[in-house]
């Protein structure tokens, strides 16, 4: 299947500095990137859906002000969490989908980036 | 909303058992059903799907076939190793996004 990178796989920040994580769709390209929060033994919560060009749109309850996405190329999308605090310890994980004109298409996951606020 | 419901883990099963994990939900129109599997610090892998009623989805020695009469998905191995140790998501998706279940984690011993 496809391949998609996400990096760094771990990142530890102290609190109040910003961190940005970058998802690439390395042999395809990415009309749409997910990003997902995933809490300890929890399931994985969508954050915002990005198309390539526009703005994200953000799940109810999400900040777009602290949760920066920008979705510049077809391969390459990036969250940044800004003035990070400890509540934003938690592992993100990007998707991203090349709809190809159908809703078939399958969505590929990046290796997730586990984040610790200090 | 869609939704999906797995059946709450852990579980901890011994090797070469028969495993079942199940899977409902709830959707408006005709979802696609997927089951995602998750290693320990790895992302979400794609271990099967189907997009439409009474489709089997299969790999990997995993089943799981969509009845919609019973709006489930639930995924079946018959001989499970300890290598299938992991964390199992129920997903569908509707119109463009996927609707994850809470995850069930499965655990095989030798």
């Known amino acids: 299947g496809a391949v998609v990178s996400q990096h760094p796989s771990r990142v530890i920040c102290k609190s109040g500095t910003s961190v940005k994580i970058e998802c690439r769709s390395l042999d395809f390209q990415a009309t749409t990137m997910f990003w997902y929060r995933q809490f300890p033994k929890q399931s994985l919560m969508l954050m915002a859906t990005s198309n390539e060009g526009s703005k994200a749109t953000y799940e109810q309850g999400v900040e777009k002000d602290k949760f920066l996405i920008n979705h510049a190329s077809l391969t390459l999308s990036t969250l940044t969490v800004t003035s990070a605090h400890p509540e934003d310890s938690s592992f993100y994980i990007c998707s991203a989908r090349d709809f190809k004109g159908t809703m078939n298409t399958e969505a590929f996951f990046g290796q997730g980036t586990r984040l610790t606020v200090v | 909303g869609n939704s999906v419901t797995q059946m709450e883990g852990p579980v901890t099963l011994s090797e070469e058992a028969f495993l079942t994990i199940n899977c409902t939900y709830t959707?408006?129109?005709?979802?696609?059903l997927f089951w995602y599997v998750q290693y320990p610090g790895e992302g979400l892998q794609l271990l099967l799907k189907a997009t439409k009623a009474d489709d089997k989805g299969s790999n990997k020695g995993f089943e799981a076939t969509y009845r919609k009469e019973t709006t489930s998905f639930h995924l079946e191995k018959g001989s499970v190793q300890v290598s299938d140790s992991a964390v199992y998501f129920c997903?569908?998706?509707?119109?463009?996004?996927?609707?994850f279940g809470q995850g069930t984690r499965l655990t095989i011993n030798p």
């Open positions: 959707a408006t129109g005709y979802p696609s």
């Open positions: 997903a569908l998706r509707g119109a463009q996004k996927l609707v």
